[in-house]
């Protein structure tokens, strides 16, 4: 059983095109988040959902849209791909706002060219 | 916001040795303190976490040190093994829906 699961794993694509990450988890978890792992691994928080509401929009562009149709759908679609943007982006999920474990999606690997 | 910083970046130990991560925070309402281990290729997942009201906590070869007063938190790995390579973070919160990492060290255990 997948806990956290992400589409597409690796996604190649040319600057200034639009792609979507689709992101599902099946815990029952209420809490989604996007977090971005450039090159040097950091990890740095995007965006954080609590029962479908954004709750954290760290400074990102506004090219970046989450969306959240349902509790265990966070999906991130990008407008305008730059070169800036390749990196590796995980989704993960939480029961509540507490302080729980994040679960971890795979990743999916987004190279721009 | 939050500013988490972590040291060593990279770690070389040999097998049988401890090895020690250190990190420190800046805002002092942050309570909540969970280390992540990152495999090559994989996903973060949680080794352990400690939480404000607490100095100390063990899980058998892994151990969590917090110092509120200072604002550092330590995770140590005793009796290392070559499957403890992995690149760790530390990270700290205080909603608990919002998570500052550190920058990772990479962790080599040679056998």
């Known amino acids: 059983d997948t806990a956290v699961s992400q589409t597409p794993k690796y996604l190649v694509t040319q600057m200034g095109n639009d792609k979507s990450i689709k992101c599902e988890q099946n815990?029952?978890?209420?809490?989604m988040y996007w977090y971005k792992q450039d090159s040097k691994k950091f990890l740095k928080i995007m965006f954080s959902?609590?029962?479908?509401?954004?709750?954290i929009n760290e400074t990102v562009p506004n090219r970046f849209s989450p969306k959240s149709p349902d509790k265990a759908h966070l999906n991130l679609h990008i407008n305008s791909l730059e070169l800036g943007d390749s990196a590796v982006y995980f989704c993960?999920?939480?029961?509540?706002?507490?302080?729980?474990?994040?679960?971890f999606g795979p990743g999916t690997r987004l190279t721009v060219l | 916001g939050e500013n988490v910083e972590q040291h060593p970046s990279t770690l070389s130990v040999q097998e049988g040795d401890s090895a020690v991560i250190k990190c420190t925070y800046s805002d002092s309402a942050s309570n909540y303190f969970p280390w992540y281990k990152q495999e090559l290729g994989k996903r973060p997942q949680l080794i352990i976490d400690?939480?404000?009201?607490?100095g100390e906590k063990k899980d058998q070869r892994i151990a969590v040190t917090l110092n509120k007063t200072a604002k550092h938190f330590s995770l140590h790995i005793t009796e290392t093994q070559p499957e403890d390579s992995a690149v760790y973070f530390c990270?700290?919160?205080?909603?608990?829906?919002?998570?500052?990492f550190g920058t990772g060290t990479s962790l080599t255990v040679i056998p």
């Open positions: 959902y609590n029962n479908k509401e954004l709750i």
């Open positions: 400690i939480r404000s009201n607490v």
């Open positions: 993960a999920s939480s029961q509540g706002q507490g302080f729980n474990e994040q679960f």
């Open positions: 815990l029952g978890h209420d809490t």
């Open positions: 990270a700290a919160s205080k909603t608990g829906n919002q998570f500052y």
